[in-house]
């Protein structure tokens, strides 16, 4: 079982670039995620979509967007990329009631480094 | 302010031994508490979900305790394996929040 998959696993960005980090999952669940981790700090939310067509802003959404056009597919997009958006990205989806209750399965993770 | 606050940040013990890891919370009103292990450079994979009527929860070798009135969690390892060797993160959903609040982690070490 795939679950969920993220593209790049690692990408180096020059200040002002942008990209599209891809996030799929197979599970067919209604919830996903974009967390950031840095480094000796806890994961913050960034967006988050209750199902296709719907996005909310997390704790830290700016300088990101995202869009859901389908169940599977929730890429995060970066535009003009900042040395304060390295970080390592990871993607979740659950698919419980509320996304307070379900568990949460994670991609392994983008490392993205801005110079 | 909701906060989730994990120790120690780091431990080392030896391959067989027990240890426990220490989670307190300050996000009210609650409704899940998570554990999750990370392994390095990998996602995040759950371990164990407790809402506030549960007091004890068990996953092999691994075996979580809530205290919902002192707002305190632990997680027990039991004869500990050089696979233990992760990050331990301690996760909090509240009931009125869409967001589950995240804790530094723990970073455990298994030595031979």
């Known amino acids: 079982n795939a679950g969920v998959t993220q593209t790049p696993k690692f990408r180096i960005l020059k200040i002002g670039q942008s990209m599209t980090l891809q996030c799929t999952q197979d599970m067919n669940h209604n919830y996903m995620y974009w967390y950031r981790q840095d480094p000796g700090m806890g994961l913050k939310l960034i967006y988050y979509s209750v199902g296709a067509g719907i996005t909310d802003k997390g704790e830290v959404p700016n300088g990101y967007n995202v869009s859901r056009s389908t169940t599977e597919d929730f890429p995060l997009r970066l535009e003009l990329a900042a040395p304060s958006q390295t970080s390592v990205y990871f993607c979740?989806?659950?698919?419980?009631?509320?996304?307070?209750?379900?568990?949460?399965?994670f991609g392994e993770g983008s490392r993205l480094t801005v110079l | 302010k909701n906060q989730v606050e994990q120790s120690p940040q780091s431990l080392i013990i030896l391959e067989g031994k027990n240890c426990t890891l220490q989670?307190?919370?300050?996000?009210?009103?609650?409704?899940?508490l998570r554990w999750y292990k990370q392994d390095t450079g990998r996602g995040p994979v759950s371990l164990t979900i407790?809402?506030?009527?549960?007091n004890t929860k068990s996953n092999g070798r691994y075996t979580a305790t809530l205290d919902a009135d002192t707002k305190q969690s632990s997680l027990h390892i039991t004869a500990s394996q050089l696979s233990d060797s992760a990050s331990y993160i301690c996760?909090?959903?509240?009931?009125?929040?869409?967001?589950?609040?995240f804790g530094k982690g723990t970073k455990l070490s298994v030595k031979p």
């Open positions: 989670c307190n919370y300050t996000v009210s009103p609650f409704s899940n």
């Open positions: 407790m809402t506030f009527s549960e």
């Open positions: 979740a989806s659950s698919s419980s009631g509320t996304p307070n209750t379900g568990e949460l399965f």
């Open positions: 996760v909090v959903s509240g009931r009125s929040q869409g967001n589950l609040i």
